[in-house]
């Protein structure tokens, strides 16, 4: 899809107050239309949009990427817009480059005092979020505030996950057995107690962004209060962007002790997400992984 939809070009002119001067497709992600915007103004927007989104999954999004943008610690895109009928978001272009090595350190620090911001609960979502569904990519699971981490992370991530996943044919009985044997010791296995962190919720390196001059962008949140040995687990699973980003988050914000001990126990959500999305080796990569704690 070369340039804007009808609808979608006059939606956006309308919610914007401006004319659309020239568009170019770029890559949205794994399940949105994105193009690059240049307006008559002369500034120069990103906007995702897709044939079956609903005003809701933008709101969502948006409400995410101003929660993780008011700590002023990492950059973040500003929102400039968003519609419906069609729905579509608009954010601020980032000129996209490389990380480099400041950049990197840089986010390690930014990303720690956007996790010591801290979330209400465990479970609760960005102000502004317009229903009680946490959007991991297309993956829609409906949470709400738990009294602990493990009670958050078994009961109303990795649960509802391992059945979906199972009942797609996506994760073997014998892996479901084995996450499902992991989750029983979740309390033990889970470390010191921690107050909830501002999560970006999805973080892998894919939503880790260098603009041109090296700086480090997070974009594409699935934002909620949760562990935050979460985000960083992640951040780990696909290939890290930068192991400087490690070092100088733990400087910054040194982590519990025993964190080696729960990457493998903190990656089976992705992994869950990856496995109902997608299928292949997921299911099986997730009970490998909670076969690290039996």
């Known amino acids: 899809m070369s340039g804007l939809p009808p609808a ?9 107050g401006e ?13 949105n239309d ?22 809701a999954d933008f709101e969502a999004e948006a409400a995410g990427l101003g929660w993780l943008g008011a700590v002023e610690a990492v950059g973040v895109p500003r929102v400039l817009g968003r519609g419906e009928h069609p729905a579509w978001l608009a954010l601020e272009w980032i000129e996209a480059g490389s990380l480099s090595r400041q950049g990197a350190e840089e986010l390690g620090r930014g990303l720690a005092r956007v996790h010591s911001a801290g979330a209400d609960a465990h479970g609760a979502l960005p102000p502004g979020t ?3 569904i946490l959007r991991l990519g297309s993956v829609e699971l409906t949470i709400e505030p738990a009294t602990s981490w ?6 109303q991530l990795i649960g509802p996950l391992a059945r979906r996943a199972a009942d797609g044919g996506r994760l073997a009985v014998e892996d479901a057995r084995a996450i499902d044997t992991a989750l029983r010791r979740l309390a033990e296995l889970s470390g010191p107690a921690e107050p909830p962190a501002r999560l970006h919720g999805d973080l892998w390196t894919g ?17 909620y209060g949760g562990h935050r040995e979460i985000d960083l687990a992640m951040l780990r699973l696909f290939g890290s962007p930068s192991e400087r980003i490690f070092s100088a988050y733990d400087e910054a914000f ?3 002790d025993g964190h080696r001990e729960r990457v493998a126990l903190f990656q089976i959500l992705p992994l869950l997400v990856h496995a109902v999305l997608f299928g292949g080796s997921y299911g099986a990569a997730a009970g490998r992984a909670a076969r690290t704690y039996l």
């Open 8 to 16: 979608l070009r006059a939606s956006l002119e309308a919610g914007l």
């Open 150 to 155: 493990p009670d958050l992370y078994g009961e």
């Open 254 to 256: 040194p982590l519990g």
């Open 130 to 132: 317009p229903d009680s």
């Open 34 to 55: 994105g193009w690059r915007v240049e307006l008559v103004s002369g500034m120069v927007a990103f906007v995702k949009s897709r044939l079956d989104a609903t005003g």
């Open 19 to 31: 004319e659309v001067k020239g568009v170019r497709p770029v890559a949205g992600g794994d399940i």
């Open 207 to 223: 939503n880790v962004l260098g603009d041109g001059s090296g700086t480090g962008w997070l974009i594409d949140p699935a934002a």
